[in-house]
């Protein structure tokens, strides 16, 4: 089984590299640059509200202040990926865009890799997002940067419904399509469709094993923002969030292990299985079980967004005759 540190990031093109730009960030990533505050309010009006001057002099917003992070991200959706209409239920995980956008970008190198180096594009690249949420974020994402169709799935049927009214709002059903996974249990089952085939399967899975472990982490996050503890002052979790959303028995590692080994049973169906890992202490358990379930490949790819540190763990089934193929005798692109 081969096993690869870090996968280099493919550009499109040079960007020039200013004291302003957040070079952790893929080169890809639209948000390296300062958010334009002064564009994002001409799209989003009601943002101006929650605009102040830092000690810089600079505009921002109090990033401890769910309403503020709610109504950037609905300006970005707007002003960056042509998303009208874009909202999600009080006490929902409210996802930190240019991270996720991250994501996303790494995951297409890694479909570049066994296609010429050329990342492929359009609908005819389909993706499972385990977990889409209330928020629908990937596939919103996944859509306008690069054609691909998306089937999201989730346990909760009270954020489908709110991913579904999203999608229905921006006309996007033809790209993005929502289900039910009845089973908590399960993983795939229940959820991929007999013959259905994927060029990529990605996950962020619950990286929490208990809500008292999430409440730690939401601290540790206002520390870092410089946020008084005062209980009284900040929201119990960081950008909301339910709890299934934010933690599962065992944790991250625990819910991608099972992921892996239910995968077995659609080895020959998906190209990539990915799972982004937020805790390097889950990565050797799984390895562990990506080496016990018998995959040919995989790959872990280096993430960063500021301090955060994570990676996004790869794994596949196919031998590299096969991925080469696979846009021949899988999806034909």
């Given at each position: 089984m081969k096993q690869h540190t870090k996968l280099p990031a493919v550009s499109e093109k040079n960007t020039k590299r200013t004291p302003a730009e957040k070079t952790s960030l893929h080169p890809r990533n639209p948000h390296r640059a300062r958010y334009d505050f002064k564009q994002l309010v001409k799209n989003t009006p009601e943002l101006a509200a929650f605009l102040s001057l830092n000690e810089y002099g600079d505009e921002?917003?109090?990033?401890?202040?769910?309403?503020?992070?709610?109504?950037?991200n609905r300006s970005l959706l707007r002003d960056v990926y042509g998303i009208k209409q874009w909202g999600i239920p009080a006490q929902y995980l409210c996802p930190p865009i240019p991270g996720r956008a991250d994501h996303l970008h790494y995951l297409a190198d890694l479909l570049a890799e066994y296609n010429a180096g050329v990342i492929p594009r359009g609908d005819s690249i389909r993706v499972l997002d385990i977990g889409v949420g209330a928020n629908c974020i990937y596939p919103?994402?996944?859509?306008?940067?690069?054609?691909?169709?998306?089937?999201?799935?989730?346990?909760?049927?009270?954020?489908?419904?709110?991913?579904?009214?999203?999608?229905?709002?921006?006309?996007l059903s033809e790209a993005i399509s929502l289900r039910l996974?009845?089973?908590?249990?399960?993983?795939?089952?229940?959820?991929?469709?007999?013959?259905?085939?994927?060029?990529l399967c990605m996950c962020n899975p619950p990286f929490h094993a208990s809500l008292a472990e999430a409440r730690s982490g939401t601290q540790r996050k206002w520390k870092n923002l410089g946020v008084e503890s005062n209980?009284?002052?900040?929201?119990?979790?960081?950008f909301g969030g339910q709890s299934m959303e934010l933690c599962c028995e065992g944790g991250e590692e625990a819910f991608v292990c099972r992921m892996i080994e239910e995968s077995t049973q659609y080895g020959d169906r998906c190209m990539w299985f990915t799972a982004l890992i937020s805790k390097s202490a889950s990565l050797p358990g799984v390895y562990r079980a990506?080496?016990?379930?018998?995959?040919?490949?995989?790959?872990t790819l280096e993430m960063a967004q500021g301090q955060k540190k994570s990676r996004i763990v790869a794994w596949s089934f196919l031998e590299d005759r096969q991925k080469l193929e696979w846009k021949v005798a899988g999806t034909g692109r």
């Open positions: 921002t917003i109090n990033f401890a202040d769910p309403a503020a992070v709610k109504t950037l919103l994402i996944g859509w306008h940067e690069y054609g691909w169709r998306f089937v999201g799935t989730d346990i909760d049927a009270v954020a489908l419904a709110n991913a579904q009214s999203i999608v229905d709002a921006n006309g996974q009845a089973s908590p249990s399960a993983i795939f089952q229940g959820v991929v469709k007999r013959g259905e085939l994927f060029d209980k009284k002052k900040i929201p119990v979790l960081n990506i080496k016990y379930a018998g995959a040919l490949d995989n790959r």
